[in-house]
């Protein structure tokens, strides 16, 4: 596939950040995009809203669903889905967008924090992959694109923050799971991590996050998109690094994704050496 035009992506948390610069980069294709997510009304931290989103979404060239879905409950994600197949006539593209984050100990994350990462990341992504499956076992080359890292049972991954840990872990294990599971419809489950923080609102609010020494979420679109243009068929059950995902497909320039050029880049959790 030369581009996205005309196919449907349904995105998870997608008013904002990551999750929004993809669904501009496909509609720049002119896709579809079916914004899944809570926000209505501006946060006082982090901007944008569903509405907000469309209105880019329109602007670059797409056109744009807000539904105001909260991905931890079932009857508002199959709401939302029949909505998408309403007005779009089917799903081609799930993007498990959607995140909680602490960066915090077992002592210090208490069971409201726990229950909503593990709600929001892993009951979310399962829900959402869980009620698009159908629509996607119908579309000429259907994708699941989870933003999700690459197994490791390392514990120095899970010491510092074993609910988070547990949490996006969770998310890559639904990859691993589906991505056999339905291997025999050709439908694609990959997941998608940055190789360096990405300096997104909500990384912003972390403290000691350096936004600076990271790179623009334009990195994780341009590597998402070259993904989902792929042949469903092809590329499935992989943990993709954007800057691979780029290199392989011949980008050898990143300054351009660069928040500050000359700025040593700090590389995202999960991977890398220990620090």
């Known amino acids: 596939m030369a581009d996205l035009r005309g196919k449907t992506l349904f995105v998870s948390g997608g008013s904002r950040g990551i999750g929004l ?36 979404i329109e ?34 593209i799930l993007i498990n967008n959607a995140s909680a984050i602490s960066l915090t100990g077992t002592l210090e994350t208490p069971m409201k924090r726990f229950d909503l990462m593990m709600g929001i990341n892993l009951r979310g992504t399962y829900l959402c992959s869980r009620a698009c499956l159908p629509h996607l076992k119908r579309a000429a080359n259907p994708h ?17 923050h074993v609910a988070y840990t547990i949490a996006k872990y969770g998310m890559s294990m639904c990859v691993l799971g589906m991505a056999e599971e339905f291997r025999g419809d050709r439908i694609a489950v990959n997941a998608l991590w940055p ?46 690094i954007d800057e691979d995902v780029l290199r392989e497909a011949g980008v050898s320039d990143f300054a351009r994704y660069a928040v500050r050029p000359g700025e040593k880049l700090r590389i995202d ?5 220990r620090r």
Not at 146 to 157: F, R, V
Not at 269 to 273: I, N, P, T, V
């Open 144 to 160: 699941i694109l989870t933003l999700s890292p690459p197994l490791n049972l390392d514990p120095h991954w899970f010491a510092p």
């Open 195 to 240: 190789r360096t923080t990405i300096a997104t609102a909500a990384l912003q609010i972390i403290p000691g996050a350096r936004p600076e020494a990271g790179r623009t979420p334009e990195i994780m679109a341009d590597a998402a998109h070259h993904v989902l243009t792929r042949d469903s068929g092809s590329l499935t059950g992989r943990f993709l």
């Open 269 to 273: 959790l999960f991977l890398g050496e």
């Open 59 to 92: 602007a670059a060239g797409g056109k744009a669903l807000p539904i105001k879905t909260d991905i931890r409950e079932e009857d508002q994600v199959m709401l939302a889905v029949e909505a998408a197949v309403e007005r779009f006539g089917g799903i081609d």
């Open 21 to 56: 610069a993809i669904a501009l980069r496909a509609a720049r294709d002119g896709a579809n995009i079916v914004i899944a997510a809570k926000t209505t009304e501006p946060h006082p931290k982090l901007p944008g809203t569903i509405y907000t989103a469309a209105e880019e």
